[in-house]
């Protein structure tokens, strides 16, 4: 059977009909993307601006991770922040002192020698009191952080329209396009009617709009806004030095160039109307008196010299750079979002009695979308993305499984191969940190930006589910089909990772172990990172990657590395508990039912490496199910049991579960997953993770296993 492509991705475009704080839609490439609300421009902001939430516990999580306070979901919660960002716009804040790494480094002492470990930094953020002693940490946490560029919103002339508030907007209907990856929106402004498309070029940092309208006769026009930073500074850190400057180019054409501290950037502006700056050139208004009005925004980066961090996410070699019309920009945004929909797999829940499967299939839909928009770039891709900053903007590796994975998964590899480059280029930085810690080969940070600098935290710096992920990234890539030339490229990779794998483990009687300091993936024994030991996932993590790191040297015609396999065949059996289940780590507490049930990534997430009891997974997913505080879990929780379920054969659990009713698996309208009012309203390694694991579900499907009375799965284009 050949699915309805077409008919399966637009059934689902999303439609705004009413200002809500959450309702806004994004368009991009995955190297730079614009978050639009119901105007179809980026009129309304504060509308959107995130309000802290009154009900946050303040703690600098010492003793374990703050009260996550239960509380029904409610949209009203989760304001979504109008921007403009980029993997390659940063910037670095003042301070009056300089701070150095040493100041925010503790030296531990373990059973190999003294380690350090960057760890001076506790879980304030920049708007929060922060202690003397925290602030080299601080503020080497929160820089560099990424910009927001400026803004394309409706605006007008003081004799034109008031545009006070989305309440001016009637009879509105905005909606997103998926198959082209166009937003259209139409409404009346005082009665008259306004039509506003806008696109992004796939390849080029360009956004184009067109804006037709009776009003434009009465000064109603578009302009380009450049905000001042919207992120907290601390105490300690200096107001901001923004500065920005116009030049005209020709007709229709202008330039700004834009400074925020020592970072700058060009935004140029080519319009059939006339632009005007204002406000000391902050705001520039584009006007015209025909009935239709043209504003096409390019951006790029200021030449650096080769001394500054590297710079990611440029336009790439086979984008058209020249053709800068509305037309030429649109054409190009429906012919690349047409092949990514055409192309790699696709899967219908259609001919479904299950009252859920279309929410599911709406989900899955809009989370292709969203992913390659956000996350689809040069650089491993921030939790929130290209949408607005969390944790100022820096990227999480062990979310970029997450994130990415699905891309193989789902016949569309070559988006994750474009943050491949990334990784060579942090090579040097992660063997630095293996070094000083006294270890051989790369250790890959948790939290980092474009120049690879491990960012202080006490609990990210003793994460280690992070190092192997670019080895399973790899193979995912290698199992979608990949060439030796693929293979001898990327190995240096596999390799660094793998040897400090191998340094890493200690043996303890007779069998090799994770030692301390260290803290699992289920962040809630940070209390506990100078005696927590053998976390039950990443035990069989560090088995099966190694063992994948030696397949690599087959496929190379390369010599087995006997140190890698002693290490595979060597480490300790995950621990099990009395009532039979799987404990998460083999240290007390052995098990806190709240944050990530991690133990079940074991089987689900890893394939079947014969390490762990099927019957004893089996029993941990039910006490997971029936016991686990899930006001505490995160958004990829659900798909965790949702791969362990169709790794166990049970398809109708794996369904139950991607759709599992908790505050925490909510989707909205735009297809967007909130966590944490006033923080994290959007979530993408939730749509990264129910992406991979409806591709689980599939498998199960085709391995024999049978969907539940009431599902339909159809599916095609898997591997």
């Known amino acids: 059977m050949t699915l309805d492509r077409r008919g399966l991705v637009r059934r689902h475009n999303p439609v705004l009909t009413a200002p809500h704080p959450t309702d806004v839609l994004t368009v991009g490439n995955g190297d730079i993307a614009m978050t639009v609300d119901l105007s179809g421009l980026q009129t309304f902001p504060e509308f959107h601006e995130l309000r802290p939430d009154p009900r946050r516990v303040v703690d600098g999580g010492e003793t374990g991770l703050p009260a996550h306070l239960p509380r029904p979901f409610d949209r009203d919660d989760h304001q979504i922040p109008l921007r403009t960002q980029s993997t390659w716009g940063w910037y670095r804040t003042r301070t009056e002192r300089a701070f ?36 080299p940490g601080a503020w080497l946490a929160f820089n560099p952080r990424r910009a927001h560029l400026g803004r394309l919103a409706l605006d007008a002339t003081p004799e034109g329209p008031r545009l006070d508030g989305p309440h001016r907007l009637t009879d509105t209907r905005t909606e997103l396009d998926l198959w082209t990856g166009t937003v259209h929106a139409t409404y009346r402004l005082d009665g008259v009617p306004v039509t506003v498309t806008t696109v992004a070029h796939p390849g080029v940092h360009r956004f184009a709009v067109r804006l037709r309208s009776p009003l434009l006769a009465r000064g109603l026009g578009v302009a380009w806004c450049f905000d001042p930073q919207p992120d907290d500074l601390a105490p300690f850190e200096l107001p901001l030095d923004e500065r920005v400057s116009w030049a005209r180019l020709g007709p229709g054409h202008w330039e700004a160039h834009r400074a925020v501290e020592s970072s700058a950037y060009v935004v140029t502006i080519e319009t059939t109307g006339h632009l005007t700056p204002h406000d000391d050139g902050t705001r520039a208004l584009v006007t015209t008196d025909q009935p239709e009005l043209d504003v096409i925004v390019t951006l790029r980066p200021e030449e650096r010299d080769a001394n500054a961090t590297p710079s990611y996410g440029l336009p790439r070699p086979d984008a058209d750079m020249t053709a800068s019309d509305f037309e030429s920009v649109q054409e190009a945004s429906a012919r690349w979002w047409e092949h990514h929909w055409v192309g790699g797999a696709a899967v219908s829940f259609q001919g479904s009695t299950d009252e859920r499967a279309a929410e599911l299939e709406r989900r899955v839909v809009l989370s292709q979308y969203l992913t390659a928009v956000n996350g689809a770039g040069a650089t491993p891709p921030a939790e929130t993305g290209l949408t607005y900053n969390t944790w100022t903007g820096k990227f999480h590796l062990e979310m970029h499984w997450w994130h990415a994975a699905h891309f193989p998964l789902w016949g569309r590899g070559e988006l994750l191969e474009r943050s491949l480059g990334w990784y060579h280029g942090a090579l040097t930085a992660a063997r630095s940190t293996a070094r000083r810690q006294g270890y051989r080969g790369a250790r890959w940070p948790k939290q980092t930006d474009n120049s690879a600098r491990e960012s202080p935290s006490h609990i990210g710096v003793f994460l280690i589910w992070q190092q192997p992920h670019v080895i399973h990234l790899l ?29 890493f483990v200690e043996e303890r009687d007779g069998v090799l172990t994770l030692p301390p300091p260290l803290i699992p993936a289920q962040e809630s024994y940070l209390a506990d990172r100078l005696t927590n030991a053998d976390p039950t996932f990443e035990l069989v993590y560090w088995s099966w990657a190694l063992d994948v790191a030696n397949a690599w040297r087959r496929r190379l015609g390369l010599p087995l590395r006997h140190d890698w396999d002693r290490v595979a065949r060597g480490m300790r059996r995950p621990l099990v508990l009395p009532d039979g289940t799987y404990a998460a780590l083999a240290t007390p507490p052995y098990l806190m039912r709240k944050d990530h049930p991690s133990m079940l990534m074991a089987l689900g997430w890893l394939p079947d490496t ?23 879990s995160w958004g990829w929780d659900y798909p965790v049991m949702a791969m362990t379920a169709a790794r166990l054969g049970d398809v109708g659990r794996a369904l139950d579960a991607l759709l599992f009713p908790s505050p925490k698996n909510q989707f909205l309208t735009n297809g967007h997953n909130p966590q944490m009012p006033g923080f994290l309203t959007l979530y993408l390694p939730a749509n990264g993770g129910l992406l991979a694991a409806v591709a689980h579900v599939v498998a199960a499907v085709d391995g024999g296993a049978k969907p539940p009375e009431g599902w339909t799965v159809v599916a095609e284009g898997f591997g």
């Open 475 to 503: 193979e995912l890539l290698h199992d979608e089909g990949r060439s030796t030339e693929f293979l001898g490229e990327h190995y240096p990779l596999v390799e660094a990772t793998a040897d400090l794998m191998a340094d």
């Open 100 to 135: 150095f790494s040493g100041e925010a480094t503790t030296a531990y002492e373990t059973s190999r020698g003294t380690v350090p470990y960057l760890d001076r930094k506790r879980l304030h953020r920049a708007g929060d009191p922060i202690p003397d002693e925290f602030a």
């Open 610 to 632: 014969g390490i762990v009891d099927p019957d004893v997974m089996g029993a941990t997913l039910d006490a997971v199910w029936n016991h686990w505080d899930f006001h505490t």
